[in-house]
């Protein structure tokens, strides 16, 4: 039985999915073939239009440092916060590869979802891939089991 709703104690607000998925967590999302960064990196990295890509293997930690063009290895990002408008996603196989391999027992039908941190300095971002959370079974995979 359907719980008994007081209808005249609700106080209903207007969804609004702009702000409710934000997501304000720096989190990266590792497909089939496509790493993705939340806006949330964005913010807490500032919007930066280079980023240089570190991995430490031996901890499985992956690194998002922004930084400027003329340094070592800087590849383009993102564009000024008033005209990115969405989230960036890379399919780089060499860079999807890179990630994969440092999250445990990874599974190319799966999807995974790892926050960041930082270590005080907001122009660094660290993702443990041990904590590599399955997000979910890939739509097309889960209706090839049925």
């Known amino acids: 039985m359907a719980t008994k709703i007081d209808f005249s104690s609700l106080k209903l607000e207007v969804m609004d999915f702009n702000t409710m998925y934000s997501c304000n967590d720096p989190v990266i999302f590792i497909n ?4 993705t960064f939340s806006r949330g990196v964005l913010e807490m990295l500032n919007y930066p239009a280079y980023v240089q ?19 070592t290895k800087a590849k383009p990002f993102s564009k000024p916060r008033g005209e990115q408008v969405s989230t960036i996603s890379s399919s780089i196989k060499a860079f999807h590869s ?7 027992e990874y599974n190319e039908n799966l999807r995974y979802r790892v926050c960041g941190q930082t270590n005080g300095d907001d122009k660094i971002l ?5 904590d590599a959370e399955v997000k979910m079974l890939r739509l097309k995979d889960k209706e090839d089991k049925e």
Do not use: H, Q, W
């Open 126 to 130: 660290y993702f443990s891939m041990k």
């Open 32 to 35: 089939r073939g496509t790493v």
């Open 53 to 71: 890509f570190l991995l430490d293997p031996k901890n499985r930690v992956f690194a998002v440092r922004a930084c400027k063009s003329n340094e």
């Open 98 to 104: 890179a990630l994969s391999r440092l999250i445990p």
